[in-house]
């Protein structure tokens, strides 16, 4: 209550200069101006209440130079605060339902001796457990199934098809992305696997079968199509979008349930865009998050050189310093974010 009536006083101050002439409001600003840098020098951190924390994350919406007088927290702090702010929305709005009753002891050890015993998987268990009279869903059979050991084989082939096969076999996959209002975007992307390099990447709200398919037909459409094109076990991939794949003379291959590593190469592109962009602002809208993807695409296929390539994805030619005169300076790339650095001549 005493930080809600410190900022409505603060409100009403602020209110006073509306009635301050120019000069008088260019002599305020800098008095407090000095107060904050002295203060910032001290190297006290200030305790910040929520209500602080609510009005810089609703200030920069309203204010385009909001950052230039933000002393008291770094704005990455306020972008930090605003995912916060998503979380705790969505936790809130999503509560728990009543869920599914739970079986008993009998029927849970039932469900472990029946796959113990004949290993057996899901479906068969389900299958002879109604035969004996318990109607028990294939979602809480799964759930009580002893884990099985995994098949180091099959991962030791899925891994060898992928080393000898990444020259022509591409990747898709979906991940979200939060709005400044809680929005939830979908973020489609294509990448080849042997050079890292994206293929296409767009945004919707609303993501269908149908529009993932013209999302294909954009992403092959000046291209060789891959042999391969993997993607995970998503609802969205339905029968439809692996039909219209083989369309494009394309071998769709799914990956195994909760198995990311299958599909490595996309899932390290999600985290290099999280870590490299999307951790740095707030998107405010489709169109907004649009171009910072494509800004961001641009660098990373043309500027950014990947580790185990040692170039980037659509080649950079080695620059020789021209002269002794010469002096690296770096290209800002995606609003100042990430460098492309090059020589030049010094004036």
Not at 178 to 204: E, K, Q, S
Request: net charge positive; proline share 5%.
């Amino acid at each position: 209550m005493g930080a809600l009536l410190n900022l409505t006083r603060a409100l009403l101050r602020c209110t006073l200069a509306f009635f301050r002439s120019r000069n008088q409001q260019a002599v305020v600003e800098l008095a407090l101006r000095q107060q904050l840098a002295t203060y910032s020098a001290m190297g006290s951190k200030p305790r910040l209440t929520s209500l602080d924390r609510a009005f810089w994350v609703a200030l920069f919406r309203f204010w385009p130079r909001w950052k230039e007088v933000l002393i008291v927290v770094k704005p990455d702090t306020v972008v930090r605060w605003h995912r916060k702010g998503f979380r705790l929305y969505w936790r809130s709005i999503s509560k728990r339902g009543p869920g599914r009753p739970p079986i008993s002891k009998e029927v849970q050890a039932l469900i472990r001796r029946l796959a113990s015993e004949n290993d057996w998987r899901a479906r068969k268990v389900q299958a002879e457990l109604e035969k004996l009279g318990f109607p028990v869903s294939l979602a809480t059979v799964s759930r009580y199934l002893p884990r099985r050991e995994p098949d180091l084989g099959q991962r030791q082939r899925w891994a060898t098809f992928l080393r000898n096969h990444k020259d022509v076999s591409a990747g898709m996959d979906f991940f979200v992305v939060p709005t400044l209002c809680f929005r939830v975007l979908y973020v489609w992307f294509a990448i080849d696997h042997g050079r890292r390099r994206i293929l296409h990447v767009n945004v919707t709200a609303h993501p269908t079968a149908p529009w993932v398919i013209q999302q294909l037909r954009e992403a092959f459409s000046d291209e060789t199509p891959p042999s391969y094109l993997i993607h995970d076990s998503d609802s969205i991939f339905s029968e439809e979008v692996t039909e219209a794949i083989g369309h494009f003379r394309v071998q769709p291959k799914r990956t195994a349930y909760r198995s990311p590593w299958q599909n490595g190469t996309a899932e390290r592109w999600i985290g290099s865009v999280r870590r490299e962009l999307l951790d740095h602002v707030i998107v405010f809208d489709e169109s907004h998050l649009r171009r910072l993807l494509g800004d961001y695409v641009d660098y990373y296929n043309a500027d950014r050189v990947h580790t185990e390539l040692r170039d980037s994805p659509v080649g950079r030619g080695i620059e020789r310093r021209p002269s002794a005169n010469a002096a690296v300076i770096g290209l800002p790339r995606v609003g100042g974010l990430h460098h492309r650095y090059t020589w030049r001549e010094a004036a």
